[in-house]
Protein backbone atom coordinates (compact mmCIF):
# COMPACT_ATOMS: atom_id res chain seq x y z
CA UNK A 1 0.00 0.00 0.00
CA UNK A 2 1.05 3.46 -0.19
CA UNK A 3 3.27 5.27 2.32
CA UNK A 4 1.34 7.49 4.28
CA UNK A 5 2.79 10.30 6.16
CA UNK A 6 2.07 13.65 6.87
CA UNK A 7 4.56 14.39 3.89
CA UNK A 8 2.15 12.94 1.59
CA UNK A 9 -0.76 13.83 3.30
CA UNK A 10 0.08 17.72 2.93
CA UNK A 11 1.59 17.04 -0.31
CA UNK A 12 -2.54 16.14 -1.78
CA UNK A 13 -4.09 18.82 0.67
CA UNK A 14 -1.70 21.31 -0.86
CA UNK A 15 -2.36 20.31 -4.28
CA UNK A 16 -6.21 20.27 -3.75
CA UNK A 17 -5.35 24.29 -2.84
CA UNK A 18 -4.12 24.77 -6.35
CA UNK A 19 -7.12 22.80 -7.99
CA UNK A 20 -9.37 24.63 -5.98
CA UNK A 21 -8.20 27.81 -6.47
CA UNK A 22 -7.66 27.41 -10.21
CA UNK A 23 -10.49 28.73 -12.43
CA UNK A 24 -11.69 26.39 -14.63
CA UNK A 25 -15.89 26.76 -15.81
CA UNK A 26 -17.17 24.34 -18.12
CA UNK A 27 -15.43 25.07 -21.78
CA UNK A 28 -12.90 27.37 -20.27
CA UNK A 29 -10.65 24.58 -18.08
CA UNK A 30 -7.10 25.26 -19.89
CA UNK A 31 -5.50 26.79 -16.46
CA UNK A 32 -6.27 23.53 -14.50
CA UNK A 33 -5.05 21.48 -17.22
CA UNK A 34 -1.97 22.53 -17.47
CA UNK A 35 -1.74 22.83 -13.91
CA UNK A 36 -1.96 18.71 -14.15
CA UNK A 37 0.02 19.15 -17.09
CA UNK A 38 2.91 20.26 -14.80
CA UNK A 39 2.58 17.48 -12.46
CA UNK A 40 2.18 14.31 -14.71
CA UNK A 41 4.29 14.78 -17.77
CA UNK A 42 7.61 13.36 -16.09
CA UNK A 43 5.51 10.07 -14.75
CA UNK A 44 3.18 9.03 -17.73
CA UNK A 45 4.80 7.34 -20.67
CA UNK A 46 2.35 9.97 -22.97
CA UNK A 47 -0.19 12.37 -22.28
CA UNK A 48 -2.23 14.57 -25.21
CA UNK A 49 -4.76 17.53 -25.49
CA UNK A 50 -7.78 16.25 -27.76
CA UNK A 51 -9.72 18.15 -29.69
CA UNK A 52 -12.38 18.64 -26.93
CA UNK A 53 -9.75 20.41 -24.58
CA UNK A 54 -9.57 16.54 -22.51
CA UNK A 55 -6.32 16.02 -21.24
CA UNK A 56 -5.38 11.98 -21.87
CA UNK A 57 -2.51 10.41 -20.24
CA UNK A 58 -1.16 6.64 -20.59
CA UNK A 59 0.56 4.41 -18.44
CA UNK A 60 2.14 1.02 -18.47
CA UNK A 61 2.42 -1.73 -20.69
CA UNK A 62 -0.06 -0.94 -24.90
CA UNK A 63 -2.55 -4.10 -24.57
CA UNK A 64 -2.58 -5.37 -21.05
CA UNK A 65 -6.35 -5.21 -20.17
CA UNK A 66 -7.00 -1.49 -20.44
CA UNK A 67 -8.43 0.24 -17.66
CA UNK A 68 -9.64 4.12 -17.87
CA UNK A 69 -9.71 6.27 -15.19
CA UNK A 70 -11.92 9.85 -15.09
CA UNK A 71 -12.25 12.59 -13.24
CA UNK A 72 -13.91 16.03 -14.67
CA UNK A 73 -11.66 19.64 -15.17
CA UNK A 74 -14.56 21.73 -14.96
CA UNK A 75 -16.63 23.63 -12.57
CA UNK A 76 -20.07 24.88 -12.64
CA UNK A 77 -19.94 29.07 -13.06
CA UNK A 78 -21.39 31.93 -14.59
CA UNK A 79 -21.13 34.27 -18.11
CA UNK A 80 -21.59 37.79 -18.94
CA UNK A 81 -23.95 38.64 -21.47
CA UNK A 82 -24.60 41.96 -20.80
CA UNK A 83 -22.47 45.17 -19.68
CA UNK A 84 -24.60 47.92 -18.16
CA UNK A 85 -23.10 52.29 -18.97
CA UNK A 86 -22.26 51.82 -15.45
CA UNK A 87 -20.19 48.56 -15.81
CA UNK A 88 -22.62 46.02 -14.05
CA UNK A 89 -22.17 42.71 -15.65
CA UNK A 90 -25.44 40.52 -15.90
CA UNK A 91 -24.77 36.98 -16.67
CA UNK A 92 -26.24 33.37 -17.43
CA UNK A 93 -25.50 30.14 -15.17
CA UNK A 94 -23.29 27.87 -16.41
CA UNK A 95 -24.70 23.57 -15.38
CA UNK A 96 -26.31 23.15 -12.30
CA UNK A 97 -26.58 25.43 -9.65
CA UNK A 98 -29.62 26.30 -7.00
CA UNK A 99 -29.97 29.92 -7.56
CA UNK A 100 -31.05 30.59 -4.55
CA UNK A 101 -27.44 30.95 -3.55
CA UNK A 102 -26.55 33.62 -5.61
CA UNK A 103 -27.18 36.74 -3.96
CA UNK A 104 -24.25 38.16 -2.01
CA UNK A 105 -22.27 35.93 -2.82
CA UNK A 106 -18.00 37.34 -3.96
CA UNK A 107 -17.08 36.16 -7.84
CA UNK A 108 -13.96 35.64 -9.13
CA UNK A 109 -12.71 36.06 -12.62
CA UNK A 110 -9.86 36.55 -15.35
CA UNK A 111 -10.86 38.60 -17.79
CA UNK A 112 -7.20 38.81 -18.44
CA UNK A 113 -3.92 37.85 -17.31
CA UNK A 114 -4.86 39.35 -13.39
CA UNK A 115 -7.67 37.76 -11.30
CA UNK A 116 -10.55 40.25 -10.44
CA UNK A 117 -13.40 40.01 -7.64
CA UNK A 118 -16.53 41.47 -7.78
CA UNK A 119 -20.02 40.81 -5.43
CA UNK A 120 -23.42 39.33 -6.84
CA UNK A 121 -25.40 42.80 -5.54
CA UNK A 122 -27.70 42.55 -3.05
CA UNK A 123 -29.78 45.41 -1.84
CA UNK A 124 -29.34 46.35 1.62
CA UNK A 125 -32.65 46.09 3.79
CA UNK A 126 -32.88 49.97 4.28
CA UNK A 127 -33.84 50.85 0.11
CA UNK A 128 -35.77 47.67 -0.23
CA UNK A 129 -39.43 47.16 0.60
CA UNK A 130 -40.11 44.37 3.26
CA UNK A 131 -42.94 43.09 0.44
CA UNK A 132 -39.84 42.23 -2.01
CA UNK A 133 -37.78 40.87 0.18
CA UNK A 134 -40.64 37.79 0.26
CA UNK A 135 -41.09 37.36 -3.20
CA UNK A 136 -39.11 35.00 -5.05
CA UNK A 137 -35.80 35.82 -6.60
CA UNK A 138 -35.65 36.04 -10.22
CA UNK A 139 -31.73 35.29 -11.44
CA UNK A 140 -32.38 37.60 -14.51
CA UNK A 141 -32.85 40.84 -12.12
CA UNK A 142 -29.22 39.79 -10.74
CA UNK A 143 -25.65 41.48 -11.84
CA UNK A 144 -22.07 41.20 -10.93
CA UNK A 145 -20.77 44.24 -9.36
CA UNK A 146 -17.18 44.71 -9.89
CA UNK A 147 -17.20 47.55 -8.29
CA UNK A 148 -16.60 49.71 -11.78
CA UNK A 149 -18.04 53.26 -12.38
CA UNK A 150 -18.47 52.89 -15.62
CA UNK A 151 -18.61 50.27 -19.27
CA UNK A 152 -15.10 51.75 -20.06
CA UNK A 153 -13.75 50.77 -16.59
CA UNK A 154 -15.20 47.24 -17.25
CA UNK A 155 -13.57 47.55 -20.67
CA UNK A 156 -10.58 47.85 -19.56
CA UNK A 157 -10.31 45.34 -16.82
CA UNK A 158 -11.33 43.11 -20.09
CA UNK A 159 -14.95 42.14 -18.31
CA UNK A 160 -17.32 42.19 -21.74
CA UNK A 161 -19.72 39.37 -22.83
CA UNK A 162 -18.66 35.95 -22.83
CA UNK A 163 -16.48 36.22 -20.05
CA UNK A 164 -16.89 33.53 -17.67
CA UNK A 165 -16.28 33.79 -13.52
CA UNK A 166 -17.71 31.60 -11.28
CA UNK A 167 -18.30 32.04 -7.62
CA UNK A 168 -15.77 31.76 -4.62
CA UNK A 169 -15.63 31.38 -1.00
CA UNK A 170 -11.87 30.78 -0.24
CA UNK A 171 -9.67 27.91 -0.01
CA UNK A 172 -9.40 26.86 4.24
CA UNK A 173 -8.18 24.20 6.40
CA UNK A 174 -10.89 23.74 9.14
CA UNK A 175 -10.27 21.69 12.14
CA UNK A 176 -9.92 18.17 12.30
CA UNK A 177 -8.32 17.97 8.76
CA UNK A 178 -11.36 19.23 6.71
CA UNK A 179 -11.21 21.35 3.75
CA UNK A 180 -13.66 24.06 2.50
CA UNK A 181 -13.36 25.42 -1.32
CA UNK A 182 -14.79 26.09 -4.16
CA UNK A 183 -14.66 23.13 -7.13
CA UNK A 184 -14.41 20.21 -4.95
CA UNK A 185 -16.44 18.86 -7.56
CA UNK A 186 -14.47 17.69 -9.39
CA UNK A 187 -10.74 19.29 -8.32
CA UNK A 188 -11.25 16.26 -5.90
CA UNK A 189 -11.02 13.78 -8.59
CA UNK A 190 -8.41 15.38 -10.36
CA UNK A 191 -6.33 15.26 -7.36
CA UNK A 192 -7.28 11.51 -6.98
CA UNK A 193 -5.57 10.77 -10.65
CA UNK A 194 -2.78 12.76 -10.30
CA UNK A 195 -1.67 11.01 -7.28
CA UNK A 196 -2.89 7.67 -8.44
CA UNK A 197 -0.16 8.43 -11.67
CA UNK A 198 2.27 9.49 -9.14
CA UNK A 199 1.66 6.33 -6.84
CA UNK A 200 2.00 3.78 -9.48
CA UNK A 201 4.51 5.60 -11.23
CA UNK A 202 8.08 3.21 -11.49
CA UNK A 203 5.57 -0.02 -10.91
CA UNK A 204 4.91 -3.21 -12.21
CA UNK A 205 1.44 -2.12 -13.50
CA UNK A 206 -0.64 -5.21 -14.48
CA UNK A 207 -3.01 -3.40 -16.77
CA UNK A 208 -2.34 -0.41 -19.37
CA UNK A 209 -3.50 2.96 -17.65
CA UNK A 210 -5.50 5.21 -19.58
CA UNK A 211 -6.02 8.71 -17.74
CA UNK A 212 -9.01 11.19 -18.51
CA UNK A 213 -9.11 14.82 -17.40
CA UNK A 214 -12.44 15.31 -18.64
CA UNK A 215 -14.06 18.68 -19.98
CA UNK A 216 -17.47 19.70 -19.54
CA UNK A 217 -19.10 17.13 -17.50
CA UNK A 218 -21.30 19.79 -15.67
CA UNK A 219 -23.43 20.59 -18.83
CA UNK A 220 -24.00 17.29 -19.68
CA UNK A 221 -20.80 14.49 -19.66
CA UNK A 222 -19.52 16.19 -22.88
CA UNK A 223 -15.80 15.05 -22.60
CA UNK A 224 -15.36 12.01 -21.44
CA UNK A 225 -18.13 10.58 -24.31
CA UNK A 226 -15.72 11.94 -26.60
CA UNK A 227 -12.46 10.62 -24.75
CA UNK A 228 -13.64 7.26 -24.05
CA UNK A 229 -14.60 6.52 -27.57
CA UNK A 230 -11.17 7.47 -29.22
CA UNK A 231 -9.58 5.59 -26.03
CA UNK A 232 -11.79 2.66 -26.69
CA UNK A 233 -11.15 2.41 -29.93
CA UNK A 234 -7.47 2.51 -29.95
CA UNK A 235 -6.81 0.58 -27.08
CA UNK A 236 -9.50 -1.76 -26.21
CA UNK A 237 -10.60 -0.34 -22.53
CA UNK A 238 -11.85 -3.23 -20.80
CA UNK A 239 -12.98 -0.89 -17.02
CA UNK A 240 -13.55 2.32 -16.44
CA UNK A 241 -14.25 4.35 -12.90
CA UNK A 242 -15.08 7.75 -12.96
CA UNK A 243 -13.21 9.73 -9.44
CA UNK A 244 -16.13 12.33 -8.21
CA UNK A 245 -17.27 14.84 -5.27
CA UNK A 246 -20.40 13.18 -4.66
CA UNK A 247 -23.47 14.60 -2.10
CA UNK A 248 -22.86 14.66 1.81
CA UNK A 249 -26.10 14.85 3.06
CA UNK A 250 -25.00 14.06 6.92
CA UNK A 251 -26.67 17.44 8.11
CA UNK A 252 -29.32 18.77 9.72
CA UNK A 253 -32.75 18.18 8.28
CA UNK A 254 -31.86 15.21 5.68
CA UNK A 255 -33.88 11.88 7.09
CA UNK A 256 -31.40 9.16 6.07
CA UNK A 257 -33.00 7.96 3.34
CA UNK A 258 -32.53 10.89 1.73
CA UNK A 259 -28.68 11.22 2.98
CA UNK A 260 -26.58 10.32 -0.12
CA UNK A 261 -22.82 9.88 1.68
CA UNK A 262 -21.53 10.43 4.70
CA UNK A 263 -18.59 12.92 5.50
CA UNK A 264 -15.32 11.22 6.77
CA UNK A 265 -17.22 7.56 6.19
CA UNK A 266 -14.37 6.66 3.62
CA UNK A 267 -15.05 6.61 -0.13
CA UNK A 268 -18.12 6.45 -1.71
CA UNK A 269 -19.19 3.33 -4.01
CA UNK A 270 -22.08 3.96 -6.22
CA UNK A 271 -24.68 1.29 -7.14
CA UNK A 272 -26.85 3.13 -9.32
CA UNK A 273 -27.38 7.08 -10.19
CA UNK A 274 -29.73 9.10 -12.73
CA UNK A 275 -27.29 8.07 -15.37
CA UNK A 276 -25.82 4.41 -14.48
CA UNK A 277 -26.67 1.02 -13.07
CA UNK A 278 -22.94 0.42 -12.46
CA UNK A 279 -21.30 -2.90 -13.52
CA UNK A 280 -21.77 -5.18 -11.01
CA UNK A 281 -18.58 -6.60 -11.86
CA UNK A 282 -16.73 -3.29 -11.29
CA UNK A 283 -18.37 -2.30 -8.21
CA UNK A 284 -17.35 -5.65 -6.97
CA UNK A 285 -14.15 -5.41 -7.36
CA UNK A 286 -13.67 -1.99 -6.02
CA UNK A 287 -15.43 -3.31 -2.63
CA UNK A 288 -13.20 -6.31 -2.53
CA UNK A 289 -10.12 -4.09 -3.38
CA UNK A 290 -11.16 -2.07 -0.05
CA UNK A 291 -12.01 -5.00 1.94
CA UNK A 292 -8.48 -6.59 1.28
CA UNK A 293 -6.92 -3.26 1.54
CA UNK A 294 -8.68 -2.46 4.97
CA UNK A 295 -9.76 0.86 3.39
CA UNK A 296 -13.09 1.94 4.83
CA UNK A 297 -15.49 2.56 2.42
CA UNK A 298 -19.48 3.84 1.92
CA UNK A 299 -22.04 2.51 -0.33
CA UNK A 300 -23.68 5.41 -2.19
CA UNK A 301 -27.43 5.27 -1.59
CA UNK A 302 -29.62 6.01 -4.65
CA UNK A 303 -30.26 9.96 -5.28
CA UNK A 304 -30.26 11.54 -8.36
CA UNK A 305 -26.88 13.15 -10.07
CA UNK A 306 -24.99 11.48 -12.57
CA UNK A 307 -21.38 11.43 -13.47
CA UNK A 308 -18.86 10.41 -16.17
CA UNK A 309 -19.69 7.62 -16.16
CA UNK A 310 -22.92 7.50 -17.95
CA UNK A 311 -21.52 8.85 -21.11
CA UNK A 312 -18.40 6.14 -20.44
CA UNK A 313 -20.21 3.20 -20.30
CA UNK A 314 -22.21 3.48 -23.13
CA UNK A 315 -18.90 4.32 -25.30
CA UNK A 316 -19.14 2.02 -28.30
CA UNK A 317 -19.86 -1.64 -27.58
CA UNK A 318 -20.56 -0.55 -23.75
CA UNK A 319 -17.19 -0.27 -21.57
CA UNK A 320 -18.26 -1.55 -17.36
CA UNK A 321 -18.01 1.36 -15.55
CA UNK A 322 -18.11 2.38 -11.91
CA UNK A 323 -17.94 4.84 -9.38
CA UNK A 324 -15.67 6.09 -6.59
CA UNK A 325 -16.70 9.80 -4.71
CA UNK A 326 -15.35 11.89 -1.99
CA UNK A 327 -18.27 12.96 0.13
CA UNK A 328 -18.75 16.91 -0.06
CA UNK A 329 -21.12 19.10 2.14
CA UNK A 330 -23.20 21.77 0.04
CA UNK A 331 -21.30 20.50 -3.68
CA UNK A 332 -22.20 22.90 -5.94
CA UNK A 333 -21.69 26.07 -4.03
CA UNK A 334 -19.05 28.20 -3.42
CA UNK A 335 -18.32 26.40 0.02
CA UNK A 336 -18.03 22.68 -0.44
CA UNK A 337 -16.69 20.57 2.69
CA UNK A 338 -14.93 17.59 2.55
CA UNK A 339 -12.69 15.30 4.80
CA UNK A 340 -9.08 14.90 3.79
CA UNK A 341 -9.25 11.32 5.47
CA UNK A 342 -11.90 10.66 2.32
CA UNK A 343 -9.82 11.86 -0.24
CA UNK A 344 -6.80 9.73 0.70
CA UNK A 345 -8.81 6.89 0.88
CA UNK A 346 -10.31 7.52 -2.41
CA UNK A 347 -6.29 7.42 -3.10
CA UNK A 348 -5.93 4.70 -1.67
CA UNK A 349 -8.81 2.34 -3.17
CA UNK A 350 -8.22 3.80 -6.66
CA UNK A 351 -4.56 3.31 -6.61
CA UNK A 352 -5.36 -0.78 -5.23
CA UNK A 353 -8.17 -0.90 -7.31
CA UNK A 354 -5.48 -0.14 -10.58
CA UNK A 355 -2.73 -2.46 -8.96
CA UNK A 356 -5.34 -5.35 -8.64
CA UNK A 357 -4.19 -8.12 -11.16
ZN1 LIG B 1 -18.74 16.30 -10.65
Redesign the pocket.
Same mark, same amino acid.
Given at each position: MVQKNAEYRRLVVDRQRRLSETLGVSGYEDKVRDLIIAEIEPIVEKYWVDAMGNLIAIMGEPGKSPILLDA?LDEIGLMITHVTDQGFAYFTPIGGWDERLFLGQTVVAEPQSTRIHGVIGALPPHITRAEDRKKSMDVESLFIDFGFLTKDEADAAGVKVGSVCTLDSGFQELPGGRLKGKAF #? #?RT?CNILVQTACNLAKKELPHQVCFVWAVQ??VGTRGARTAAYALDEQYHITMAVAC???TAGDVPGVPPQRCPSRMGKGPAITLVDANTVVSKMVSDLLITTAEENKIPYQIKTPASGG? #?AGAIHLTRAGIPSGVVSVPGRY?HSPATIIDIKDVLGAIDLVTAFTLMP
Amino acid at each position: MVQKNAEYRRLVVDRQRRLSETLGVSGYEDKVRDLIIAEIEPIVEKYWVDAMGNLIAIMGEPGKSPILLDAHLDEIGLMITHVTDQGFAYFTPIGGWDERLFLGQTVVAEPQSTRIHGVIGALPPHITRAEDRKKSMDVESLFIDFGFLTKDEADAAGVKVGSVCTLDSGFQELPGGRLKGKAF #D #DRTGCNILVQTACNLAKKELPHQVCFVWAVQEEVGTRGARTAAYALDEQYHITMAVACENTTAGDVPGVPPQRCPSRMGKGPAITLVDANTVVSKMVSDLLITTAEENKIPYQIKTPASGGT #DAGAIHLTRAGIPSGVVSVPGRYIHSPATIIDIKDVLGAIDLVTAFTLMP
